[in-house]
């Protein structure tokens, strides 16, 4: 690992070494006192910055992604009462204007990532954030149903369409076997973000005045304009000298560029695997409250668990995830502990309420690895299989998985898993570890022509 790369290289002089280490061991007996604080301080810096890219483009990405999800977690705390309180929409009409967002989103993100490999990923982001800003800015005078979900589509289709372009775009900014790092190193920051967005406006809510929805709805446009405000200082950074490649011959470019079936196929399985985020926001709540003895307050503890969790363990659990087979073998994990996940929550249908809180805490934790797992895996293969002439078409095709599955996913657990009980939860199992399993194969025996390596940016 040390080896630099330079066979001719002059080997150490031992006597160096011997000399150094005398040296090194006489200061340390000497100076005992003053490193000891010094070590500390080292450790604790360490502890405080040390999971941080390195780099100043990267940090800043970090900056706009906390800021972008502290407004998100500002709104959706507040946005269902906005909906129905200030609109007066019903919760049926917002569930509506909701799934419509999710369906514009899977219509949008394919062009979308393909503007971004024609005019740049960062342009794309920029506009994106402003996109959002102006429908978020809109919200508070739509004043009927029509008008809702027109702006609930035009706001949901930048939403959706933003994830691939961020990941595209850190994609230019590091090197490839850092770029999973650096997407868990996002994630951590957005959950951050989050927590603490909806924290302050359950407290805001609480002392508010009857307008306060609506100032959260506007918060929440405003930190899109701050962030987007904030990429346009990265354009005088982004200016990478790639290396000289021969350009393809037109064909080649084109098969090069063309998702192949095995690509597909990914892309179906990740979204199968993706099912987790229905499973937490959908499942978990309602079979909790319609199909267990376990206490109601166990939604909250379960969302404050998944939280804390996936905040303690994102980094750890994204290392070493270099190459397709790891990335692959982090799906084939995330599989198998979801399955976990749903064999516990299957059991607890006719427990005693103790033990129904304890399955489902129990659950929760798998549910919060295998999450990890999931994302950490996803990010790899999708950076694996994406070209850089068309990164932001590979990945925001590749994202269609995750999409699709929030918009399916509800109506899966709703009408076949939950009205089948332990069979339904089993059933889902059996489909969850299926879909981890397959991934390392399709995977397993993918070719690459030398050309089409990916190379640092």
Same mark, same amino acid.
């Given at each position: 690992?040390?080896?630099?790369?330079?066979?001719?290289?002059?080997?150490?002089?031992?006597?160096?070494?011997?000399?150094?280490?005398?040296?090194?061991?006489?200061?340390?007996?000497?100076?005992?006192?003053? =490193?000891?604080?010094?070590?500390?301080?080292?450790? %604790?810096?360490?502890?405080?910055?040390?999971?941080?890219?390195?780099?100043?483009?990267?940090?800043? %990405?970090?900056?706009?992604?906390?800021?972008?999800?502290?407004?998100?977690?500002?709104?959706?705390?507040?946005?269902?009462?906005?909906?129905?309180?200030?609109?007066?929409?019903?919760?049926?009409?917002?569930?509506?204007?909701?799934?419509?967002?999710?369906?514009?989103?899977?219509?949008?993100?394919?062009?979308?990532?393909?503007?971004?490999?024609?005019?740049?990923?960062?342009?794309?982001?920029?506009?994106?954030?402003?996109?959002?800003?102006?429908?978020?800015?809109? !919200?508070?005078?739509?004043?009927?149903?029509?008008?809702?979900?027109?702006?609930?589509?035009?706001?949901?289709? /930048?939403?959706?369409?933003?994830?691939?372009?961020?990941?595209?775009?850190?994609?230019?900014?590091?090197?490839?076997?850092?770029?999973?790092?650096? %997407?868990? =190193?996002?994630?951590?920051?957005?959950?951050?973000?989050?927590?603490?967005?909806?924290?302050? =406006?359950?407290?805001?809510?609480?002392?508010?005045?009857?307008?306060? !929805?609506?100032?959260?709805?506007?918060?929440?446009?405003?930190?899109?304009?701050?962030?987007?405000?904030?990429?346009?200082?990265?354009?005088?950074?982004?200016?990478?000298?790639? @290396?000289?490649?021969?350009? @393809?011959?037109?064909?080649?470019?084109?098969?090069?560029?063309?998702?192949?079936?095995?690509?597909?196929?990914?892309?179906?399985?990740?979204?199968?695997? !993706?099912?987790?985020?229905?499973?937490?926001?959908?499942?978990?709540? $309602?079979?909790?409250?319609?199909?267990?003895?376990?206490?109601?307050? $166990?939604? /909250?503890?379960?969302?404050?668990?998944?939280?804390?969790?996936?905040?303690?363990?994102? %980094?750890?659990?994204?290392?070493?995830?270099?190459?397709?087979?790891?990335?692959?073998?982090?799906?084939?994990?995330?599989?198998?502990?979801?399955?976990?996940?749903?064999?516990?929550?299957?059991?607890?249908?006719?427990? =005693?309420?103790?033990?129904?809180?304890?399955?489902?805490?129990?659950?929760?934790?798998?549910?919060?690895?295998?999450?990890?797992?999931?994302?950490?895996?996803?990010?790899?293969?999708? #950076?694996?299989?994406?070209?850089?002439?068309?990164?932001?078409?590979?990945?925001?095709? #590749?994202?269609?998985?995750?999409?699709?599955?929030?918009?399916?996913? @509800?109506?899966?657990?709703?009408?076949?898993?939950?009205?089948?009980?332990?069979?339904?939860?089993? /059933?889902?199992?059996?489909?969850?570890?299926?879909?981890?399993?397959?991934?390392?194969?399709?995977?397993?025996?993918?070719?690459?022509?030398?050309?089409?390596?990916?190379?640092?940016?």
């Amino acid at each position: 690992m040390a080896d630099d790369g330079s066979p001719d290289a002059p080997a150490p002089d031992p006597s160096h070494e011997t000399v150094g280490a005398v040296a090194t061991d006489s200061a340390r007996r000497t100076d005992d006192q003053p =490193a000891a604080p010094t070590g500390v301080r080292s450790r %604790m810096v360490r502890l405080a910055v040390g999971w941080l890219p390195d780099g100043t483009p990267v940090r800043r %990405m970090l900056t706009v992604s906390f800021i972008d999800s502290l407004g998100t977690g500002m709104f959706l705390t507040g946005s269902a009462l906005f909906f129905t309180r200030d609109i007066g929409l019903t919760a049926a009409q917002v569930g509506l204007g909701l799934s419509l967002a999710a369906v514009a989103g899977f219509l949008c993100s394919v062009p979308v990532g393909r503007l971004s490999d024609r005019f740049g990923a960062l342009p794309l982001l920029v506009a994106l954030q402003f996109w959002r800003a102006a429908w978020f800015f809109a !919200y508070p005078f739509v004043a009927d149903l029509p008008w809702f979900l027109v702006v609930c589509c035009l706001a949901g289709a /930048g939403e959706w369409a933003a994830g691939p372009v961020v990941q595209s775009l850190l994609g230019s900014l590091v090197a490839p076997a850092a770029r999973v790092r650096a %997407m868990a =190193a996002v994630m951590l920051v957005r959950n951050i973000g989050f927590v603490l967005g909806a924290t302050s =406006a359950t407290i805001v809510i609480a002392l508010g005045g009857g307008n306060i !929805y609506r100032v959260l709805v506007l918060l929440d446009a405003v930190s899109f304009l701050v962030s987007g405000a904030l990429l346009l200082r990265l354009r005088g950074r982004l200016a990478v000298a790639r @290396p000289p490649a021969t350009a @393809p011959e037109p064909e080649q470019a084109e098969r090069r560029t063309r998702p192949s079936l095995r690509f597909l196929t990914l892309v179906f399985l990740n979204g199968v695997l !993706y099912l987790h985020a229905v499973i937490l926001s959908v499942g978990l709540p $309602l079979w909790i409250t319609t199909r267990t003895d376990a206490p109601v307050e $166990l939604v /909250g503890a379960v969302v404050v668990l998944n939280t804390v969790l996936a905040i303690s363990l994102q %980094m750890r659990l994204s290392r070493g995830v270099d190459g397709l087979r790891p990335a692959a073998s982090r799906q084939r994990r995330a599989g198998f502990i979801l399955a976990a996940c749903c064999a516990l929550v299957s059991l607890t249908g006719p427990a =005693a309420p103790a033990v129904a809180a304890a399955l489902i805490l129990a659950g929760t934790a798998a549910l919060t690895v295998g999450e990890i797992y999931q994302s950490v895996g996803a990010w790899g293969v999708s #950076y694996g299989y994406a070209p850089d002439a068309s990164r932001g078409y590979h990945l925001s095709l #590749y994202s269609l998985g995750s999409t699709g599955a929030m918009i399916v996913g @509800p109506a899966l657990l709703t009408s076949v898993v939950m009205p089948a009980g332990l069979f339904g939860w089993l /059933g889902l199992a059996a489909v969850l570890a299926a879909a981890g399993a397959l991934v390392p194969v399709v995977v397993r025996f993918r070719r690459l022509p030398a050309a089409e390596t990916t190379q640092p940016v």
